[in-house]
């Protein structure tokens, strides 16, 4: 019949709206989309008072947490940086245990505030045995003892999860400082702060908070004040005295981003909605439901079930597979947005983000579309099978 | 006849929408907030880059530079520690040149980076001298000469704006660095960077780039870098090599604010379209209109002619009525938002920002409206006559 169609075009004209599966930025509900949307209001104006003070309220509820929270107008890596630069000397031992990349950069923050670290390495893929790290700090404190353990709690470059509740309590326990990067877990699984005695816990705004990118977030437990008030190390804008201060008076000390704060208000009333119990179940049957149906396909996991993150899963393409080609499949196709690997792992792994605003019908898109990309690619499925196993495993 | 309108209401329900004439954030045109609230796509995708260098590319053209300029997720603060963090060494020295609050702020960072300051302190409402400038250099060179100058183009607390242009020819010809705040005057008022040697100069999204609050901007030049290469201050998130060595690519090292930087493209579009002069010239005219208008009413402007800028007008209130009396009459009636005065001059006097997306017709609107809440605060008006000096001065 002809109809104007080109031949061979795949909805080449009205396509499907850009999925990202990818860990961050995540999708964004179109309630939040709308908030942030707004024409903004002056940040000096009550009506922006009230968002900051009502989303700080949120993130509060959602950490589990009396410690004070922070919203700084960065990526989660300014607040990573904030972290350091609140609590750390240059004269001080910091013990970095390091399973990603994510962990690798609070060893670089660290340094470049002059920090003496250590670096507990582990291998890609696996998560750090707790009892390691005991012995790391027991044998620091017979030299001098390190001031604090930067934790990542979910590695976004491997998709694995570490046991934050054994870390940190071995950090108590030896008087050191816990900071924690919880940017792709704070909102997605239980991480309840003052339960595990964290005392600096970072996050961004473009990951389960289901916003767009551009606000970091810091909590800060009374110890890490403590270390705060001996603390030279230089620094303005991300000086955490002056953000308690403004907040004292629902402000900040900056312009804040006021979109993100209306955004954030408003992804916070959502999540009060779903629930904390809902919410960490619900990022458990993402995972376990795409670790099933991946299984199915024959491919191989990166993360042994023990250590798999909760909101990312890496995946090893099957021989003869380039990961270019599988994420070239999904997006030209599907219009689907997976990750690959990083740095050493690029080309090795890629990597399907479920975090936010994520469903198990988007686990069972993103297989089936899979499963008929690499089918175009010459790998053996059957075709349902992925499908069958997800749905199996979380009936 | 009733009609169930409740007695003294003034369009209670259906409200005009809120209008900002403050120093930031400055009102936003619909095409900005259109592409700045879609959602997001990822950062390191084609489109993200491909809109990140046309930004980058415009930016340069609004600051008639060839100089390298870096888009930050911060507020325009972040930028201005950027400025510091990236060039000073904690035993340089640094003149600050204070004409008001945001004079005071480049002195503060650079102190909290351990620099040795010597503030030049001016009046509030003056600008500073030039040669009162060069005698400052002169004499510290006898001694240890300064590293960097740190200048505010045009200071927000008092609508004064500084000879930049000399100053900087000041700076340059001793061999000093020039450091400058832009952020109220970038994009409203001729800056052209390379013309006048200015070294560093830093802005922020939501002035006269007629954006949401988020983004900081900083331009750096062959000398910033020399300076740079010396500079062992402590950084990590605001270090501009890792921003040159990303936007090689394309890219940023940290998840950018994806939201504005399409905003910031879709805004540099609609400024590439009105040209650089008609851009300035709109924004003299402006503060030409409105200085007439506020002369017609009868009240005093804190700043001379020759020191006025065009971007911010601060106003004594009349006798006998307060700040916050005419604040609040403008925004309870009008919905429209001046600023109050800052710091020392909270009360003293209020401020109408004129920058970015504001044309002739909000400038007859903001003064018609307050001549009606003079009036009903009981000072002398002749009805009109603001708007008609307004015009007549632009004619």
Redesign the interface.
């Known amino acids: 019949m002809g109809c104007g169609r080109r031949p061979g075009a795949y909805m080449s004209d009205l396509k499907p709206?850009?999925f990202?599966m990818?860990p961050?930025?995540t999708?964004?509900p179109d309630a939040v989309?709308e908030a942030?949307?707004?024409?903004?209001?002056?940040?000096r104006?009550p009506e922006c008072s009230k968002a900051l003070r009502e989303a700080v309220d949120g993130l509060k509820w959602l950490g589990q947490t009396g410690n004070d929270a922070f919203v700084l107008?960065?990526?989660?890596?300014?607040a990573?940086?904030a972290a350091?630069?609140n609590t750390i000397n240059?004269s001080d031992r910091v013990l970095s245990v390091i399973v990603g990349v994510f962990g690798e950069r609070w060893a670089?923050?660290a340094e470049?505030?002059?920090a003496s670290v250590d670096r507990l390495v582990v291998e890609p893929g696996k998560a750090v045995s707790v009892d390691e790290v005991k012995a790391k700090i027991e044998s620091a404190k017979k030299k001098e003892p390190y001031k604090a353990i930067t934790i990542t709690h979910n590695e976004t470059s491997t998709g694995v999860i570490n046991n934050l509740q054994g870390l940190a309590s071995a950090a108590k326990n030896a008087g050191v400082l816990s900071i924690v990067d919880a940017v792709t877990s704070y909102g997605a699984v239980n991480l309840p702060i003052d339960d595990w005695g964290l005392d600096v816990v970072v996050t961004?705004s473009?990951k389960a908070l289901m916003l767009?990118?551009?606000l970091g977030v810091i909590f800060f437990s009374s110890r890490a004040w403590q270390a705060h008030a001996k603390c030279n190390?230089?620094?303005?804008?991300?000086?955490l005295a002056k953000y308690r201060k403004s907040l004292e008076e629902d402000t900040t000390p900056?312009?804040?981003?006021?979109?993100?704060i209306m955004g954030l208000k408003a992804s916070l009333d959502l999540m009060r909605g779903e629930g904390l119990e809902a919410i960490f179940e619900r990022h458990v049957k993402l995972k376990t439901a795409l670790r099933a149906g991946i299984n199915a396909l024959g491919l191989k996991l990166f993360v042994e079930e023990d250590a798999a993150s909760p909101t990312i899963t890496a995946i090893i393409p099957p021989e003869g597979i380039t990961v270019d080609a599988i994420r070239k499949g999904l997006k030209q196709r599907f219009r689907i947005?997976v990750a690959d690997g990083q740095e050493a792992l690029k080309g090795k792994i890629f990597r399907i983000g479920h975090m936010g605003y994520v469903f198990e019908r988007d686990i069972l898109m993103t297989l089936a579309s899979l499963e008929a990309v690499l089918s175009d690619l010459g790998h053996k499925t059957r075709p349902g099978e992925a499908v069958k196993a997800a749905v199996s495993a979380v009936r």
Chains 1, 2 share one sequence.
């Open positions: 709206r850009e990202l990818i961050g930025p999708p964004v989309l942030a949307g707004k024409h903004p209001i002056g940040h104006t107008t960065s990526s989660g890596t300014g990573m940086e350091i630069a240059s670089k923050i470049a505030y002059g961004g473009q767009p990118p551009g190390t230089p620094r303005f804008y991300f000086d900056f312009t804040p981003n006021v979109s993100l947005v």
